[in-house]
């Protein structure tokens, strides 16, 4: 990689999720540090006056930069996108239509500034997953709204430096999982998070751990079949073909016996499979990151926080890491896709003496 790409200031947007929520105020407390403007330029989806509204509330001491569009964002500067005009109603903790609303006015206006290069990354605050619900977005989250938007095939990897959990299945009815499942699902599931691990992660040869979908990993058949007839016999074969595969483990002990430090990530069949002990073992420094996208996404493990919103009581420290997460993957992906592409030209000009 050059230098000019080195020193290049990476422009990371920020959708604003719940303003009843917890959202802004992380997102501002964050950037209240001025060191953090030496990593990135941050742009906020949003409007002056919420934004405004919001740091007065909470007795956060920041300036910003009002600017038409994420293109014109200035560099050291908090920025903020005029989204909207009005001044809307916000009722901190919580849930309401209104809030839904314009969680999905930033979360539109910032995905569509990153289809079109306005900004590299994008860090999204959280959003509850009923008041967003309306007629033209009808997504259970944002991975499943990315998904649709972006290019790719995601997956929902949550990630600290320490552990990496990826789920199979996300935000589906437990009753639906085993369903769900299937050998081509395991199959592009593993792929995306092998590819990942490599792009994103800088691991070359990625160590792959797979968790049963039932109790013991069905018990030889004895709680289901579904581990011998999909899960065991998906896993033999990509090992078979070089991949570093391994399970179905035993979900119960995998964490408590610290069988996890033995793998790069693991691939988890449901969403409380995975994230009760990711959550358990990460909380507050996990990351929601959507591998397998064409551009990078990451989010805070935590979700809207009601209980606490408008108190000033919420730590900064999970959106902290997803905007340090995001910056990292978004450096590692550059670098993976210059050292790739220089192979594939030494490669042709191999063949092209």
Same mark, same amino acid.
């Given at each position: 990689?050059?230098?000019?790409?080195?020193?290049?200031? @990476?422009?990371?947007?920020?959708? @604003?999720?719940?303003?009843?929520?917890?959202?802004?105020?992380?997102?501002?407390?964050?950037?209240?540090?001025?060191?953090?403007?030496?990593?990135?330029?941050?742009?906020?989806?949003?409007?002056?006056k919420t934004?405004?509204?919001?740091?007065?509330?909470?007795?956060?001491?920041?300036?910003?930069?009002?600017?038409?569009?994420?293109?014109?964002?200035?560099?050291?500067?908090?920025?903020?996108?005029?989204?909207?005009?009005?001044?809307?109603?916000? /009722?901190?903790?919580?849930?309401?239509?209104?809030?839904?609303?314009?969680?999905?006015?930033?979360?539109?206006?910032?995905?569509?500034?990153?289809?079109?290069?306005?900004?590299?990354?994008?860090?999204?605050?959280?959003?509850?997953?009923?008041?967003?619900?309306?007629?033209?977005?009808?997504?259970?989250?944002?991975?499943?709204?990315? &998904?649709?938007?972006?290019?790719?095939?995601?997956?929902?990897?949550?990630?600290?430096?320490?552990?990496?959990?990826?789920?199979?299945?996300?935000?589906?009815?437990?009753?639906?999982? &085993?369903?769900?499942?299937?050998?081509?699902?395991?199959?592009?599931?593993?792929?995306?998070?092998?590819?990942?691990?490599?792009?994103?992660? $800088?691991?070359?040869?990625?160590?792959?751990?797979?968790?049963?979908?039932?109790?013991?990993?069905?018990?030889?058949?004895?709680? $289901?079949?579904?581990?011998?007839?999909?899960?065991?016999?998906?896993?033999?074969?990509?090992?078979?073909?070089? /991949?570093?595969?391994?399970?179905?483990?035993?979900?119960?002990?995998?964490? $408590?016996?610290n069988a996890?430090?033995?793998?790069?990530?693991i691939l988890?069949?449901?969403?409380?499979?995975?994230?009760?002990?990711?959550?358990?073992?990460?909380?507050?420094?996990?990351?929601?990151?959507? &591998?397998?996208?064409?551009?990078?996404?990451?989010?805070?493990?935590? $979700?809207?926080?009601?209980?606490?919103?408008?108190?000033?009581? &919420?730590?900064?420290?999970?959106?902290?890491?997803?905007?340090?997460?995001?910056?990292?993957?978004?450096?590692?992906? /550059?670098?993976?896709?210059?050292?790739?592409?220089?192979?594939?030209?030494?490669?042709?000009?191999?063949?092209?003496?």
């Amino acid at each position: 990689m050059d230098s000019k790409q080195e020193k290049k200031k @990476i422009k990371l947007g920020i959708s @604003i999720g719940d303003l009843n929520g917890i959202g802004c105020e992380v997102a501002l407390k964050t950037f209240e540090d001025n060191r953090m403007l030496d990593f990135c330029t941050p742009v906020l989806f949003a409007s002056n006056k919420t934004i405004s509204h919001q740091k007065q509330a909470l007795d956060i001491p920041i300036n910003f930069n009002g600017v038409h569009s994420a293109a014109k964002a200035v560099d050291g500067k908090i920025n903020v996108v005029n989204v909207w005009k009005e001044m809307p109603t916000i /009722e901190f903790g919580k849930s309401t239509e209104e809030g839904g609303k314009y969680a999905i006015k930033s979360l539109r206006a910032a995905v569509t500034a990153l289809k079109n290069n306005e900004i590299d990354a994008l860090v999204t605050a959280p959003i509850n997953k009923n008041n967003i619900q309306a007629e033209d977005f009808k997504f259970p989250g944002h991975t499943d709204y990315l &998904a649709k938007e972006l290019e790719g095939e995601s997956l929902m990897f949550m990630v600290t430096d320490e552990l990496r959990v990826g789920l199979m299945t996300d935000h589906i009815a437990v009753k639906d999982v &085993a369903n769900a499942i299937t050998t081509k699902l395991i199959k592009d599931k593993v792929a995306t998070m092998a590819k990942s691990l490599r792009m994103d992660f $800088g691991i070359r040869k990625p160590k792959i751990a797979i968790l049963g979908i039932n109790p013991h990993s069905g018990d030889n058949g004895v709680i $289901g079949e579904e581990d011998d007839a999909i899960v065991r016999p998906i896993v033999k074969a990509l090992f078979e073909n070089g /991949e570093l595969v391994y399970g179905p483990y035993s979900a119960d002990s995998f964490f $408590g016996s610290n069988a996890h430090q033995n793998f790069d990530a693991i691939l988890a069949a449901y969403h409380d499979q995975g994230l009760i002990p990711f959550k358990t073992l990460s909380f507050g420094k996990g990351v929601n990151f959507t &591998a397998g996208l064409k551009k990078v996404r990451t989010s805070p493990d935590h $979700g809207t926080a009601y209980e606490i919103a408008g108190g000033g009581k &919420a730590d900064e420290s999970s959106f902290k890491e997803a905007v340090f997460a995001a910056i990292h993957i978004y450096r590692n992906r /550059e670098e993976y896709n210059e050292l790739t592409k220089n192979a594939l030209k030494k490669q042709k000009l191999r063949r092209n003496p």
